[in-house]
């Protein structure tokens, strides 16, 4: 008579079934995600990215001559965006073949006090963007992106279900308990329910984080077509500009609507971003989380004028703070560290979960349980 409960079977199943589909897709995301997670450190290394001559806040410079320089040097394209990096404080001009552009076509980095141009930034190139663009999308676009979310949240389900197993066989044995004198395979068990047990928050959180991260866009795409459409409406029958005003001169307006926050990012008239009649300077605080939060503020691209400005939705919050948390970057290098370790860990417990299945496949499932159960 079998010692395993029909609610706990079920468990069980649904942990094997769920940890099967989801472990290959996972250890490719835990290999790529490794590096990434120290993706500002590495792009130094390998030339993508370059530190400011001097390490300092950065101060208000001219927007204007930043952008004259970059179209200078590209005088067939036209300025998408520009960016203040939050780990590397620098400049970023983004680049495009047209404003709407979907793909870049440069970007230019510039010194933050100075606005003299720094670098030139590597656009679809090298070793780690293939790693990205892998642990994204599996170079697949958006149908790559939503399979991978469809797969972190079966690692999540996994991994609950993976705890309500280990409660009742935790009852027989002390935590932390490794037979080593048993078979190999109870060893591996025992290790896989250990490891797997220690980091299962650090994995729900970085398992659910990644979930929302695969909905930037659809959750973009709402906020494009409600929120923004909505601000913009009164400007949306009026006709193409055909020259637009200062961007330096806009930014100030910015920065007086919203004294307590500081410009993050700035979307060229145009772009899906900001509308074809305005600049959208999206604002962030100045502490550790309000930092990673943006507010849209719109400001007229000929007159001048602030025409709104409020919070983003809740769902686009909860995907600025699932982000940075995903990849560890709230606690500086040693948070990244701690992030690494755990991802190894990580590794371990998937590939002894394929290891241990690899060993049972001819064993039946209530055999196997109660083997190790009475131990």
């Not at 995301?29 to 990215?49: I, K, S």
Request: charged share 15%; net charge neutral.
């Amino acid at each position: 008579m079998s010692i395993v409960p029909n609610g706990l079977r079920f468990w069980y199943v649904l942990h094997k079934w769920t940890s099967l589909i989801c472990t290959l897709f996972l250890l490719l995301l835990c290999l790529t995600g490794l590096p990434l997670v120290f993706h500002e450190e590495l792009a130094v290394m390998l030339g993508d990215l370059v530190e400011p001559p001097v390490r300092v806040e950065p101060k208000p410079v001219d927007l204007d001559r930043v952008i004259a320089d970059a179209l200078a040097r590209r005088p067939a394209d036209q300025v998408k965006f520009l960016m203040l990096d939050l780990d590397h404080p620098i400049w970023q001009v983004t680049m495009g073949a047209h404003v709407a552009a979907q793909a870049n076509s440069a970007a230019f980095l510039y010194d933050p006090r100075s606005g003299e141009f720094i670098h030139h930034r590597p656009v679809n190139q090298g070793l780690m963007n293939v790693l990205l663009k892998l642990h994204v999308d599996l170079l697949a676009g958006l149908p790559g992106t939503l399979f991978l979310g469809a797969m972190g949240a079966l690692f999540v389900l996994s991994v609950v279900s993976g705890v309500v197993v280990y409660g009742p066989f935790m009852r027989r044995l002390p935590f932390g308990t490794v037979r080593w004198d048993g078979s190999r395979r109870l060893t591996w068990l025992d290790l896989h329910n250990l490891l797997g047990i220690v980091t299962v928050a650090w994995a729900v959180t970085v398992g659910a984080t990644g979930v929302i991260n695969t909905l930037a866009r659809p959750l973009l795409a709402i906020w494009q077509k409600t929120e923004l459409a909505e601000m913009t409406h009164a400007w949306r029958s009026r006709p193409p500009l055909t020259s637009i005003a200062s961007v330096d001169r806009a930014a100030h307006t910015a920065r007086q609507a919203e004294p307590n926050l500081e410009i993050r990012i700035i979307a060229m008239p145009g772009t899906p971003f900001a509308g074809n009649h305005h600049f959208a300077f999206f604002m962030r605080g100045n502490t550790p989380l309000t930092e990673r939060l943006l507010r849209p503020v719109l400001v007229d691209a000929t007159t001048l004028e602030l025409t709104a400005s409020r919070d983003m939705p809740w769902y686009l919050r909860l995907l600025l703070v699932s982000q940075p948390l995903h990849f560890g970057d709230y606690g500086g290098m040693p948070l990244k560290i701690l992030w690494a370790i755990l991802d190894l860990i990580t590794i371990a417990v998937l590939m002894s979960g394929l290891y241990l299945w690899w060993k049972k496949r001819e064993d039946p499932l209530a055999n196997e349980i109660e083997q190790a159960w009475s131990r």
